[in-house]
């Protein structure tokens, strides 16, 4: 065997991600509201980038652009002295001059005051008053409740330990030993603070969060606690048990239950809870006039920005060293690919949609029970991308269709094969299925998982009964002991 030294020549294929090709990718997959923030950022960042703020073609388009009718030219001051009639207050000579003319409405420079010297103050009660957290909100109850300085820093204490639902899981035992006092001190101040508003904070448990409601209202009796001391016979659903252990009847337990329900189980995070996003959709979808689909992306979330050449070339004649030169090519890559990439995204977001409208045409036209088996390489295969791509197109992206705003991943679907060769079924299609079957079933006649499995394999679906209770499970339907119990027990 031979140690000598020698040179090889070998050929390889390596794939290397540039940044802009990990930039594009991460723009694909992101956000209508993700991409608007990364577009804005590269607008400050690059001066070769604005904001293309022309007005979308619309039904409108092409009539104009002057939004005022031509009228009659208005007259100067000389022409209005030598008529005999004074011209109206609206259509007064252009060239008239205020400025020896008293406003009544402009107040002094410096007053302060009213235009019309009015004392009247009574729009300051019209100024809405600024929104008070939680922390904020129990805070000035706090201090108009306890007058002596240890409750109050016991009472602080409370409110620092206290988790966004209320609960107050450290006991008075631990927080009096941290603070170095009694803990009947500690339980007094809490017992006072559960009563403040939102009632049925700084609890311990659900149990007397719920009695404290109870109490609130005047509604916590021996057969309402002995309901609370059995939450988990109610969260199986076994009413007929419930009332041995209440000693009540059917009537005064389906009261029982319906007043628990009008409790605040967590009443923190009520009180700080953000207010709903609005799903703003990429794409919207409409009937056409020979009822077809016509598909458009959103013009609102669909950033817009251009190149401006006139700056370039100014850039590039003014540029005196080999650096700003530099950088000025470096910024006009950056923006051509930027253009380009926005460009690439809105045409791909738009062929797969199309693809997606145009399997599911079944969907939008009758509903959830015509919804097809879709998977990802159906879409990739006829579009002519990779999965993967299609996967990132389809990832954060809704639709406004006319039977609401869907997640574009909600169209794909396993497939569950049918019966006798038959053909497959969606999976979204046989949960709609199932529950269709749960809503309708009599209090005398409640399905099995067993029973909902022949009433498939009727109507043409090969379904196991596990495949059955997982998505009962997922729909959150009981099992059909506990229907059985709850159906029972009249409401």
């Given amino acids: 065997m031979s140690l000598a030294p020698r040179l090889d020549l070998r050929h390889s294929q390596q794939l290397v991600m540039t940044p802009q090709l990990r930039q594009a990718i991460k723009l694909l997959q992101s956000s209508n509201i993700e991409v608007t923030a990364f577009v804005e950022e590269e607008l400050e960042r690059n001066p070769l980038l604005e904001r293309d703020d022309r007005p979308l073609p619309g039904p409108d388009a092409g009539r104009g652009t002057d939004p005022l009718p031509a009228g009659p030219e208005a007259p100067d001051a000389a022409t209005a002295a030598a008529s005999d009639v004074l011209p109206a207050e609206s259509a007064a000579p252009l060239d008239t001059e205020w400025d ?55 009472a602080a204490n409370l409110m620092a330990l206290v988790d966004p639902a209320g609960r107050l899981a450290m006991p008075s035992a631990a927080i009096a030993a941290a603070l170095g006092c009694e803990e009947a001190t500690v339980e007094a101040v809490r017992r006072r603070m559960q009563r403040f508003d939102p009632v049925g904070m700084f609890c311990a448990d659900l149990r007397e969060c719920l009695m404290v409601q109870l109490q609130e209202r005047n509604r916590y009796d021996p057969a309402m606690a002995a309901l609370l001391d059995n939450l988990e016979m109610l969260a199986r659903r076994d009413l007929r048990g ?23 189980p967590k009443p923190g995070a009520s009180f700080d809870a953000p207010p709903a996003q609005t799903l703003v959709p990429d794409v919207l979808m409409r009937r056409g006039p020979d009822d077809d689909w016509i598909v458009e992306l959103n013009p609102e979330t669909l950033p817009r920005v251009l190149l401006n050449r006139g700056f370039h070339a100014r850039a590039v004649v003014g540029a005196r060293s080999r650096e700003e030169k530099a950088w000025v090519a470096e910024r006009l890559q950056t923006a051509s690919w930027l253009v380009k990439s926005l460009e690439q995204r809105a045409n791909t977001i738009l062929k797969v949609a199309s693809e ?26 006829e579009v002519g991308m990779h999965e993967s791509t299609v996967s990132r197109v389809t990832s954060n992206k809704a639709i406004a269709t006319p039977r609401g705003t869907f997640d574009l991943k909600y169209f794909f679907t396993t497939a569950i094969a049918g019966t006798a060769g038959g053909c497959s079924v969606s999976a979204e299609a046989v949960r709609h299925r199932i529950k269709a079957m749960v809503d309708a079933e009599r209090a005398d006649d409640v399905l099995s998982d067993d029973a909902i499995v022949e009433r498939l394999r009727s109507e043409g679906v090969d379904i196991a009964r596990r495949t059955v209770a997982k998505y009962r499970d997922a729909l959150r339907i009981p099992s059909s002991v506990q229907r059985r119990r709850e159906k029972a027990v009249p409401a």
Avoid: W
Wanted: one cysteine or more; a negative charge; aromatic letters at 4%.
């Fill in 242 to 264: 419930l009332q041995r252990v209440c000693g009540v009847d059917a009537d005064d337990m389906a009261e029982m239950v319906a007043e628990l329900r009008r409790l605040d």
């Fill in 356 to 381: 997606i409208i145009r399997r599911q045409d079944g969907f939008f036209r009758h509903g959830v029970a015509h919804l097809r088996p879709l998977i990802l390489r159906d879409v990739a295969e």
């Fill in 100 to 154: 020896n003319v008293y406003d009544a409405g402009t107040p002094p420079m410096g007053s302060g005051g009213r235009a019309d010297f009015d004392d009247d103050l009574s729009g300051i009660d019209a100024m809405p008053a600024p929104e008070k957290n939680l922390r904020e909100h129990i805070g000035e109850q706090v201090r108009l409740t306890f007058a002596d300085h240890r409750d109050r820093v016991i």
